[in-house]
């Protein structure tokens, strides 16, 4: 069985930082990238960041490059989101997800069932 299990979030006040962990299990870790994703209220999901656990590859989206750093520990099937310098606008439910193709503008395989984050002004 297939398992994204999401912790990290919270609530931090603006400038600071926090580190989402998305632990994976079920499928070939290696094989996939792990993709990062959040929905505000009343807002369309976003894709923020991905990583390929072959390579390493990543990519950012520009509202969080320079603030955001994603990483994989491939021994503990485990992808970090370090987050800092959050803002307001950060807030939001953040997803894990996992597909055998690396970006942010396709629908991913699996899912996580999502951590909070809000981040107060």
């Known amino acids: 069985e297939v398992q994204l299990v999401e912790s990290g979030g919270g609530l931090v006040q603006a400038g600071g930082s926090l580190r989402l962990s998305c632990a994976a299990s079920?499928?070939?870790?290696?094989?996939?990238?792990i993709g990062w994703f959040r929905q505000a209220p009343g807002k369309e999901r976003e894709g923020v960041s991905c990583?390929?656990?072959?390579?390493?590859?990543?990519y950012y989206a520009d509202s969080v490059k320079g603030r955001f750093t994603i990483s994989s520990d491939n021994a503990k099937n485990t992808v970090y989101l370090q987050m800092n310098s959050l803002k307001p606008e950060d807030t939001a439910v953040y997803y894990c997800?996992?597909?055998?193709?690396?970006?942010?503008?396709?629908?991913?395989?699996?899912w996580g069932q999502g951590t909070q984050v809000t981040v107060s002004s």
């Open positions: 990583i390929s656990s072959s390579d390493g590859y990543t």
């Open positions: 079920g499928f070939t870790f290696d094989d996939y990238a």
């Open positions: 997800a996992a597909d055998t193709i690396l970006g942010l503008g396709h629908e991913y395989e699996y």
